[in-house]
């Protein structure tokens, strides 16, 4: 799985990482950067559908 947030198309809102903090986190450049590309824990394709720019692509 790969997991990629279009940096020119995220707004660092934030619910990403809120979301799934062990897969992204907000850098001092207000961007939500890619951790690891799975989770154990929550659904990646879930999160995806909830970025409100969709921003971030799961393949
Ligand atoms: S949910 Fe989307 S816009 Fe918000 S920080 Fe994550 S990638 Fe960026």
Redesign the pocket.
């Given at each position: 799985m790969k997991v990629i947030?279009d940096a020119a198309?995220?707004?660092?809102?934030?619910?990403?990482?809120q979301s799934c903090p062990e897969v992204?986190k907000?850098e001092d450049d207000n961007?939500?950067h890619v951790l690891k590309h799975n989770c154990s824990s929550c659904d990646l394709q879930e999160v995806a559908s909830?970025?409100?720019?969709e921003?971030?692509k799961v393949e």
């Open positions: 947030v198309t995220c707004v660092g809102c934030g619910l990403c990482e992204f907000i961007i939500a909830q970025c409100p720019v921003a971030i």
